[in-house]
């Protein structure tokens, strides 16, 4: 059974920085797609950045250049570092894990809490 908990969410002004991390158990199979989705309120959940057990990785254009997602060594850890951040960020953010081709599409098997994340001018 894979569990995934988020942390790092906060308050941050526009153009600051957050990272926020995933802590994963259980992910012992070698092929898998971890990624980072949010929520606005009143707005579909939709898919920011995704990562491969190679490390190859794939973002949403509206975070490309700013969002950097990432695993630590032990493959135990995501991370999603949020640079330049706007207005248009403010969500709930979930990481989450699938086992299929990873893409910003990717059927997830197991999804996370959340974490609020909340930019403000």
């Known amino acids: 059974q894979v569990q995934l908990v988020e942390s790092g969410g906060g308050s941050v002004q526009a153009g600051g920085s957050l990272r926020l991390s995933c802590a994963v158990t259980?992910?012992?199979?070698?092929?898998?797609?971890l990624g980072w989705f949010r929520q606005a309120p009143g707005k579909e959940r939709e898919a920011v950045a995704v990562i491969n057990a190679y490390n190859v990785t794939t973002y949403a254009d509206s975070v490309k250049g700013r969002f950097t997602i990432s695993q630590d060594n032990a493959k135990t850890t995501l991370i999603l570092e949020m640079n330049s951040l706007k207005l248009e960020d403010t969500a709930i953010y979930y990481c989450?894990?699938?086992?299929?081709?990873?893409?910003?599409?990717?059927?997830?098997?197991?999804w996370g809490q959340g974490t609020q994340v909340t930019v403000s001018s």
């Open positions: 989450a894990a699938g086992f299929t081709y990873c893409t910003l599409s990717f059927t997830v098997a197991y």
């Open positions: 259980g992910l012992t199979y070698p092929t898998y797609c």
